[in-house]
């Protein structure tokens, strides 16, 4: 590979994961340096160097979604290209991923071959994402979830771990009124009335609280 040495971010809560990372980047892409991070906090704190060039992150990190700092890392860099490397499902944050300019939304399950494939065209400021996704894209295939803000999803990501009201706004820095409004209106937007039925339409479109 050729061109500038790139300065990564890889965001994981599992030690594993990023070490899987270090080798593949090591492997084929070895002028690079890395910075690593486990936390949305770690996260924060490394976005503050403007000399990152490249992004690779998880969705779900043990102290929150990567959603709920999205919008705080494109206000950072802006122009810094973005790569999810998730369990997360593509279907349900896919659409959401695309609004933040997202370059590449990549399953775990994925082979080494593609990810290494993804990771050259990410490193060309190309994306890739799913077949699927763009079939649904262009169709305006219809999922409930697609329905829901970026606030909302944070939240609902947050209800269905059992977390109270009062806990998810003080998470969120938001009043609890603000919060129990947001509740309702995924409740609503969901077609539920209770935490329980909501978890179960939730995992019937695939959405995992973690």
Known sequence: MTGNRR?????????????GIRGI?????????????SSLAEIRKCIADQSITHLILDLQLHDGNLIELLPEIRATLP????????MANEEVYGKKMME????????????EEEIVRAL?????GKTY???HLKWSVQHKDTNPLEQLSTRELC?????????????????LALKPTTVATYKARIFDKMEVDNVFDLKAKAELYY????
Do not use: W
């Open 100 to 111: 933040f300019e997202v370059a590449v939304f990549l399953s775990k399950n994925a082979t």
């Open 129 to 131: 994402y799913c077949d």
């Open 25 to 37: 980047l090591y492997n084929h892409f070895n002028r690079d340096e890395l910075v690593e991070a």
């Open 7 to 19: 300065k990564i971010l890889v965001a994981d809560d599992h030690v594993i994961i990023r070490r």
């Open 207 to 210: 959405f995992k609280s973690n």
């Open 79 to 86: 122009q810094v290209p973005i790569m999810i490397f998730s």
């Open 155 to 171: 939240v609902l990501s947050r209800l269905l771990k059992g977390e109270p009201v009062k806990l998810i706004a003080e998470s």
């Open 120 to 124: 050259d065209l990410f490193f060309q």
